[in-house]
């Protein structure tokens, strides 16, 4: 049996639980200082003076600097605007100078022998400030009379954007024989994975090049903006190198300005810098997600045949734009609203909105899960309002599985279509799994006995790969660069495999997965791969690890390189076999003429003769090194049924989940117990935004959760166990049949749970509550029986 689609354990487990793997505050170098960045306590304020003076004469420090200091270096690009659209682009640089935008906001940065005196030594420095008006709402940022923060982007429009067919929806909602409308909003969350952001910089002047660490998930692509954009120098002067990443979530995509601060400081002080983020620095300086105020119309027959969807939808960018902030809500949000139905018309117009909040950008499933919930509450409301079961309004929606490669109507996908799908396949055993009949008597019988369950579905598509080049890029969505991704596989004379990857690991596996996929074409042991990544200059140029990409895209590139390497091989091997190539079979790591296996020369002798290079073909080069550069000629697109059962305290509105089903298809699957482990990991994520999570700033702008204290990250105890379960639709796309599994359980969750709240919420009238369902909106909403809040 091959090595794909086996559960073999991570082998990057063994370093993380010893102790042994290296993150970046495990980074050591001589002479190294520290920095601390100086805030900004005002969430929109002009700078009039910075006086550094007592600062710079605490013991223990070596500089003090303000934004004035860096007037060489570039304001940070922002790399994906939103496509076909004019952006009114405003982007942060590495220290503010005249003016901030949002708390959290770097204006002034220590140097220190330590950490500690580098901290000690910000409450020396003495700002003088003119706070300005400040708005956190998306909708009211737009409305005349707002404060205005950037002089390009009048009424704090970033961009307007839109897709599918407006006259053609408007006319669609008008036949339909009913409409249901609502107003949601999709909160505000923040990323929290385990080790917060953090960069490590030396300069060495002999050379002009820079060594830079830094927590990121795509070193290549922070290489390509810090020397190309940032600091105008050629890009071999800048190596990043991304030590072990304790998550990312989406959050360590970008380019931050302490990165190119740090960076900078390197060379102006002649000597390694490091800073490490605090985790109260994380809330306020990384980015956030999601952040959506939407209007919702979606029409539809009495039979429950959906005619028509329109979205109107306020995205929170922020005060100033993330890398790739504007691409989120428009290209990976608006172009999925048609989910896994059959929607005959749709339009959706995006506005992307500056606030004095933190940046917005990606979040685990970044514009998908937005897309999911909107669609997913929809279908809930057209069912209630119909008096049908929702799981059948869904299945009366469904594409059928005969009409894929499928083009969601109005083009709103801009040209691709859904690759394979089969989706009454994944309801239909989630459904088995629950005993859906059976329970429904469960919950009536419940809810005269004063016990209230509910039960809840989603039923979702999503985009993986983010390709090809040609539809993301500049032409197409606005991406400022390809998609593509690289991998180089080098066989040694002793029959060792080296896989280098423009993928980035943090957390996924990618250690494991490829060198499954390699082992399993060349016929070896998974033991004999070794898979290295996150150093620009040990690895090909790729674009790293988001969008659920890895698998789709990095691990084909990884098979055809290795799809190379076995050609060659035959090649070879004919030569040593004195035969025709087309003679011969390549199989279980050895090469033989069809009939005569006895003869076989094994993958690990061919290696040896081909590193010697003692007796080659004539015009064959010496060694097995091949690279390939894989650009998918289209997205792949899992998909599958979430369902969640919930019990609400009629007394407290405090939920529990009873129970989780999720059946994914997510298409072939390299490792089943890593994919599970991914599937469970989005869940958690998921059931956070129903239940606990939310970013919340007051009116002047202040985040009121600002720390773990008051941003409710659940522990184990606060969710439940998962029944997870998989159909295999395998992907046309690419030649491992993988579709992408990192997101699906984001993607899916957080409206499974909301609709089964809805649903135990049913004999109380009350048909929405936005995000997240806390025991006291629960309870007013139990209370007042007016509909909802």
């Not at 390694?272 to 979606?298: F, S």
Request: some cysteine; aromatic content about 8%; hydrophobic content about 40%.
């Amino acid at each position: 049996m091959g090595v794909l689609g086996q559960s073999i354990k991570r082998r990057e487990d063994p370093r993380l639980i010893t102790g042994e793997a290296k993150f970046l505050d495990d980074i050591q170098l001589a002479g190294m200082a520290h920095a601390a960045i100086l805030r900004s306590p005002y969430a929109h304020a002009k700078i009039k003076s910075i006086n550094t003076d007592k600062a710079k004469a605490h013991p223990g420090v070596i500089g003090v600097f303000t934004g004035k200091d860096f007037m060489d270096v570039n304001p940070l690009p922002c790399a994906w605007q939103a496509g076909g659209v004019k952006n009114n682009a405003n982007t942060p640089r590495c220290l503010e100078v005249d003016r901030v935008t949002h708390t959290g906001m770097g204006v002034a940065v220590v140097v220190a022998q330590d950490r500690y005196i580098a901290e000690d030594a910000l409450a020396l420095i003495d700002v003088e400030w003119e706070p300005l008006p400040v708005v956190t709402d998306a909708k009211k940022a737009t409305e005349a009379g707002a404060p205005q923060l950037h002089e390009n982007a009048p009424n704090n429009i970033e961009c307007e954007w839109e897709c599918g067919d407006a006259a053609a929806t408007a006319d669609a909602l008008q036949g339909a024989d009913v409409v249901v409308k609502q107003s949601i909003i999709n909160q505000r969350l923040i990323p929290n994975a385990m080790e917060p952001r953090g960069c490590a910089a030396q300069y060495n002047p002999a050379s002009d090049e820079y060594t830079v660490w830094m927590t990121s998930q795509a070193p290549h692509v922070m290489k390509l903006l810090m020397t190309a954009f940032v600091f105008g120098i050629a890009e071999t002067k800048i190596r990043i190198i991304s030590p072990q990443v304790g998550g990312g979530f989406g959050a360590k995509i970008y380019l931050y300005p302490e990165y190119v601060l740090v960076t900078a400081l390197a060379k102006k002080l002649g000597r390694p810098i490091k800073w490490n983020e605090t985790r109260r620095e994380n809330y306020i300086a990384t980015t956030h997600g999601r952040d959506h105020i939407t209007d919702i119309e979606i029409g539809a027959k009495k039979d429950g045949t959906i005619t028509g969807l329109r979205v109107k939808t306020y995205a929170n960018m922020g005060g100033i734009l993330s890398t790739i902030a504007p691409g989120i809500p428009t290209t990976l949000y608006g172009r999925l609203l048609s989910g896994p139905y059959k929607i005959p018309h749709i339009y959706c117009h995006v506005t992307n909105v500056y606030t004095n909040t933190a940046m917005v950008d990606a979040y685990r499933g970044a514009g998908r899960p937005e897309a999911t919930y909107v669609l997913e509450r929809a279908m809930d409301w057209v069912a209630e309002e119909l008096g049908m079961d929702p799981a059948d309004v869904r299945r009366k929606n469904f594409i059928p599985s005969n009409e894929f490669p499928y083009a969601p109507a109005d083009n709103i996908l801009a040209g691709l279509k859904y690759d394979s799908g089969d989706y009454d396949k994944t309801l239909d055993k989630a459904l088995q799994m629950l005993n859906y009949a059976e329970f429904r008597e469960e919950q009536q019988a419940a809810r005269k006995k004063g016990k209230y369950l509910g039960v809840g579905f989603s039923t979702y598509i999503e985009l993986c790969g983010v390709a090809p080049s040609a539809w993301i890029g500049l032409p197409g969505q606005g991406w400022g660069a390809g998609l593509w991704e690289s991998a180089n596989i080098r066989m040694h004379l002793t029959g060792k495999v080296v896989v280098t990857t423009g993928s980035q690991s943090h957390g996924q596996g990618h250690e494991t997965t490829m060198a499954q996929v390699v082992a399993d074409e060349l016929g070896i042991s998974v033991d004999d791969v070794i898979v290295q990544h996150s150093d620009t200059n040990g690895t090909p140029f790729g674009y790293g690890s988001y969008g659920s990409r890895s698998g789709a895209v990095g691990a084909v590139a990884v098979l055809r390189a290795a799809q190379r390497i076995k050609e060659k091989a035959k090649r070879l091997a004919a030569h040593m076999l004195e035969a025709n190539v087309q003679d011969l079979i390549y199989e279980d790591g050895k090469v033989f003429v069809k009939g005569a296996p006895a003869t076989a020369k094994t993958i690990q002798e061919i290696a040896l003769q081909s590193a010697v290079g003692y007796s080659l073909p004539e015009g064959m080069e010496p060694f097995l090194d091949e690279t390939s550069y894989y650009d998918p000629p289209n997205c792949t697109y899992p998909f599958g049924a979430h369902i969640c059962v919930v019990e609400v305290d009629g007394n407290t509105g405090k939920t529990k989940i009873l129970r989780y089903i999720a059946c994914d298809d997510v298409g072939n699957v390299i490792n089943p117990m890593i994919v599970d482990g991914q599937v469970h990991g989005g869940i958690a994520q998921g059931v956070a935004q129903a239940l606990y999570e939310h970013g919340v700033y007051d009116e002047n702008g202040t985040l009121l959760s600002g720390s773990m204290m008051d941003y409710a990250v659940p522990t184990a105890a606060m969710l439940p166990s998962y029944e997870t379960a998989r159909t295999v639709t395998p992907s046309p796309v690419n030649p491992l049949g993988v579709k992408g599994a990192g997101e699906t359980g984001a993607i899916a969750s957080t409206p499974a749970v909301v609709n089964a709240v809805m649903d135990a919420l049913k004999p109380f009238g009350v048909k929405h509550i936005d995000m997240p369902l806390t025991p006291e909106k629960v309870w007013k909403a139990m209370q007042s029986n007016n509909g909802g809040m």
